[in-house]
């Protein structure tokens, strides 16, 4: 499954946007999905999980009650909708789909990774 995020952009403090994933060669309804972020020098960090039918999510503390995962399966696409925005929200975000149906914080779980979409927030 090759995904593709978009939805990036450079955006001030308390802001919001929405990042989306989507697979334009196959349908990944059947697969949990997580979103993944790099910023500049730093290692790669799990920010949310979501499963095949939307029914569990999970978050990484720092985006707990700011951002909130969803996926409409019906077009393939997989959304972060980011509130609240922070400067340390800055980074190169990334989708993933999962080898199973369920989201995971562990990235060895995915198998199938998009080209990322650059978030910047300026304070």
């Known amino acids: 499954v090759q995904l593709q995020a978009s939805g990036g952009g450079l955006v001030q403090a308390g802001a919001f946007l929405r990042l989306s994933c989507t697979s334009s060669?196959?349908?990944?309804?059947?697969?949990?999905v997580g979103w993944f972020r790099q910023a500049p020098g730093k290692a790669r960090e799990f920010v949310a999980a979501?499963?095949?039918?939307?029914?569990?999510?999970s978050y990484a503390d720092s985006v707990k009650g700011r951002f909130t995962i969803s996926r409409d399966n019906a077009k393939n696409t997989v959304y972060l909708q980011m509130n609240s925005l922070k400067p340390e929200d800055t980074a190169v975000y990334y989708c993933?789909?999962?080898?199973?149906?369920?989201?995971?914080?562990?990235?060895?779980?995915?198998?199938?990774w998009g080209q990322g979409t650059l978030v910047t927030v300026s304070s």
């Open positions: 993933a789909a999962a080898r199973g149906s369920l989201g995971s914080s562990y990235s060895s779980l995915y198998s199938s």
């Open positions: 060669r196959r349908t990944f309804s059947n697969n949990g």
């Open positions: 979501i499963s095949w039918k939307g029914h569990l999510t």
